[in-house]
Antibody, heavy 123, light 108 residues
Framework: QVTLRESGPALVKPTQTLSLTCTFSGFSLSTSGMCVSWIRQPPGKALEWLALIDWDDEKYYSTSLKTRLTISKDNSKNQVVLTMTNLDPVDTGTYYC???????????????WGQGTLVTVSS | EIVMTQSPATLSVSPGEVATLSCRASQSVGSNLAWYQQKPGQAPRLLIYGAFTRATGIPARFSGSGSGTEFTLTISSLQSEDFAVYYCQQYNKWPPIIFGQGTKLEIK
């Protein structure tokens, strides 16, 4: 059974750095083809992809946010961490982690998601 | 970067009727198109991948069609639980991973 769960602060002040952790089970991020991604969603708005890390530790970022994002993984803990610097109120939203694979029947799609964690950026 | 455009932004349909949602890509994505359903307070759920293949556990009233740049999600005989927001996502060239802006399906 595949599960993912996001954790991190619910409230962050402007200009601070956000660190979110995705803890997953039911798969290994050291298995070829496995990836974990972060996606966010401002209140009432659309999904926005942020970053992805793959089994080979390759990292990919949203073009518009890449200067502010860092993604990393700890295979021993089954965790993926996303850090975002210089937070602004427009970064308020629900942050999801999700699994995606590069091979298999539905490669390239997010087949399992965490429940999301709401982050509010406010002073 | 590929742009995904969904229409309409909001669709009002009565239960039992058919809903047709559209997604257009700014360049061809082949059949590498997925649809997700998101209900309030929940994470998105994968509905369709490969433009027309239903994900595990998805009812047969959900069907996808299209290829290249034009795609359609059709929901026949709408049930109350189908009223939600639907997103398309291309995975022909990724990353970056691009979602459409969503279509809200509401009860008429």
């Amino acid at each position: 059974q595949v599960t993912l769960r996001e954790s991190g602060p619910a409230l962050v002040k402007p200009t601070q750095t956000l660190s979110l952790t995705c803890t997953f089970s039911g798969f290994s991020l050291s298995t070829s083809g496995m990836c974990v991604s972060w996606i966010r969603q401002p209140p009432g708005k659309a999904l926005e992809w942020l970053a992805l890390i793959d089994w080979d530790d390759e990292k990919y970022y949203s073009t518009s946010l890449k200067t502010r994002l860092t993604i990393s993984k700890d295979n021993s803990k089954n965790q993926v961490v996303l850090t975002m610097t210089n937070l602004d109120p427009v970064d308020t939203g629900t942050y999801y982690c999700a699994r995606i694979r590069t091979a298999g029947s539905h490669f390239g799609t997010f087949d399992y998601w965490g429940q999301g964690t709401l982050v509010t950026v406010s002073s | 970067e590929i742009v995904m455009t969904q229409s309409p932004a909001t669709l009002s349909v009565s239960p039992g009727e058919v809903a047709t949602l559209s997604c257009r890509a700014s360049q061809s994505v082949g059949s590498n198109l997925a649809w997700y359903q998101q209900k309030p307070g929940q994470a998105p759920r994968l509905l369709i991948y490969g433009a027309f293949t239903r994900a595990t556990g998805i009812p047969a009233r959900f069907s996808g069609s299209g290829s290249g740049t034009e795609f359609t999600l059709t929901i026949s005989s709408l049930q109350s639980e189908d009223f939600a927001v639907y997103y398309c996502q291309q995975y022909n060239k990724w990353p970056p991973i691009i979602f459409g802006q969503g279509t809200k399906l509401e009860i008429k």
